[in-house]
């Protein structure tokens, strides 16, 4: 069992940034990889992006590369989404996920998602 409470979100204007915060406990966080999705209303939740169990591999999707950065502190038990150069389009309501199974290396699609935290809602106003 785990926990994942987020934090962070907000109203920012275009070209903004804010930082999530994903706060972990409940199990050996650092055996895990972790993620970040998003949904946005009337759409099914996407994949944003991911770091292996060892912080050493990340992943995102497209239309955030460059702009977002994920990191992770074992020893907090915190994962973190940096957004930057933040657009409309990137409202959502944000979610945290844990993956299944230990050691994995990325967390790209729900079906590899063990926990999910409560969501955070970020709004990009134009």
């Known amino acids: 069992q785990i926990q994942l409470v987020e934090s962070g979100g907000g109203l920012v204007q275009t070209g903004g940034s804010l930082r999530l915060s994903c706060a972990a406990s409940?199990?050996?966080?650092?055996?895990?990889?972790m993620g970040w999705f998003r949904q946005a209303p009337g759409k099914e939740r996407e994949f944003v992006a991911s770091?292996?169990?060892?912080?050493?591999?990340?992943h995102y999707v497209d239309s955030v590369k460059g702009r977002f950065t994920i990191s992770r502190d074992n020893a907090k038990n915190t994962v973190y989404l940096q957004m930057n150069s933040l657009k409309p389009e990137d409202t959502a309501v944000y979610y945290c996920?844990?993956?299944?199974?230990?050691?994995?290396?990325?967390?790209?699609?729900?079906?590899?998602?063990?926990?999910w935290g409560q969501g955070t809602q970020v709004t990009v106003s134009s």
């Open positions: 996920a844990s993956a299944l199974r230990p050691a994995t290396i990325i967390l790209a699609t729900p079906s590899e998602v063990g926990y």
């Open positions: 409940g199990r050996t966080f650092s055996s895990y990889a």
């Open positions: 770091i292996s169990w060892t912080g050493d591999t990340t």
